[in-house]
């Protein structure tokens, strides 16, 4: 018991001692667990293992035993053929690590207490230094981590509740070249911020076959501190200056409804919505390097994500899972922009769990389709472009592992 307790409990410090350089991809993540991405990430009124701190602490108080740890690795790849005045251009293949780890201790009959390490938001895009769009964007890469301690409340039988303390820390880096119209040569903007959030949730049982679970997570404000750095051929700004990036990124609500009609049979079903609206611009203040200050529009709209999520247990030990997520972008045409090639998504899972005594490992696999985007028209200021985004896809392959003390 000791030595596999110490073996768990290293395996999570390792994952957070390496989240700093572990990166990202997409936006808005919700990979905190491969059980529940198995499932199509549907595991806010079902979810049976530490990782429900990330998707509803309220369903701390269900889970069995008195300490519980979970932790483990999502790998993400996202692509897109991305056209500039009819030339065709790839985003460069990227494999993304996103990490999580968790873990609950059950204080008495009423109270339990966790906290979970995992990535709320991310977004990794790279392009060709010579590709036709290098003047509206090189590369981007917005890395946040989140530390979450969180307690929950046994109200009775029937309800529990939660809620938890935030504390992200973020990071953003982006490259482009300048307009040959004022001489040429590249900017390079580097970031980073520590900011607080929180989150609240709900877990109330109908019966014994029907589960609701609610949970909201507070937006979260980064004022981002750090570098900007001016390489310019026509010497209209060189140099080293500072830059601060303030943005605002959105709060979220979600209802899940879970259902066991047979013993060995789990189904979940949740609503999320996500006020992007509240991500409506990136300021840039740059002092020192000669560049003016500027502001990038996104005047994001808020979505709606679906998903749906199915296990069987064929025996006490394996489980086989699957999931359907269809994901709103929240992107407007006349806004959209290739740091971030994206439209309505359709994603696709499948998963399976092992359980051997206190041990289980899951494991899950993904594939998002994105709806293409054609017909837009994108300027850096000196120039205009038209745009299509095609062929857009995802894969992703995770292995989580948790222990029941």
């Known amino acids: 018991m000791k030595r596999a307790s110490a073996f768990v409990l290293s395996f999570l410090v390792c994952l957070l001692a390496t989240a700093s350089v572990v990166q990202a991809g997409g936006f808005a993540l919700y990979e905190w667990g491969n059980r529940a991405l198995g499932m199509g990430t549907a595991n806010y009124a079902t979810g049976n293992d530490a990782s429900v701190i990330a998707y509803n602490p309220a369903l ?128 390079k903007t580097d970031v980073d911020d520590t900011a607080l959030a929180f989150n609240l949730g709900l877990a109330y049982d109908v019966n014994d076959m029907l589960t609701v679970g609610l949970t909201y997570r507070s937006p979260v404000h980064f004022v981002g501190e750090g570098s900007v750095e001016v390489a310019n051929a026509g010497g209209v700004a060189n140099g080293k200056g500072d830059c601060t990036m303030t943005a605002d990124f959105p709060a979220s609500y979600t209802v899940g409804l879970g259902l066991k009609p047979l013993e060995d049979l789990t189904l979940e079903f949740d609503v999320v919505y996500t006020q992007w609206e509240q991500f409506d611009r990136i300021e840039f203040d740059f002092t020192g390097s000669g560049l003016p200050d500027t502001n990038e529009d996104f005047n994001y709209k808020s979505t709606w994500r679906f998903q749906f999520g199915a296990e069987y247990r064929f025996t006490d030990a394996f489980a086989m899972r699957a999931g359907y997520v269809y994901d709103q972008t929240p992107t407007r045409h006349e806004y959209a922009s290739p740091m971030l090639p994206a439209n309505d998504r359709q994603m696709f899972t499948l998963g399976a769990g092992y359980k051997w005594n206190a041990w289980t490992l899951d494991v899950a696999g993904m594939y998002i389709l994105t709806k293409e985007r054609t017909g837009m028209s994108m300027t850096n200021g000196y120039q205009t472009y038209d745009v299509d985004f095609k062929d857009g896809r995802t894969w992703g392959l995770g292995t989580s592992i948790g222990y029941t003390f």
């Open 60 to 187: 701390m108080t269900k889970l069995k035993g008195t300490t519980n740890v979970y932790g483990g690795v999502t790998a993400v790849s996202p692509s897109s053929d991305v056209y500039i005045n009819g030339e065709k251009n790839q985003t460069q293949n990227q494999i993304f690590g996103v990490p999580h780890a968790f873990a609950t201790r059950k204080l008495n009959d009423d109270w339990t207490i966790g906290v979970g390490m995992f990535t709320r938001f991310g977004l990794g895009t790279d392009y060709n230094n010579t590709w036709a769009g290098r003047t509206l964007i090189k590369d981007a890469l917005l890395e946040t981590f989140s530390l979450n301690p969180s307690a929950a409340y046994k109200v009775n039988d029937k309800l529990s509740v939660a809620g938890g303390i935030e504390i992200i820390k973020g990071s953003f880096t982006v490259r482009k070249d300048l307009s040959a119209t004022i001489g040429g040569g590249n900017v």
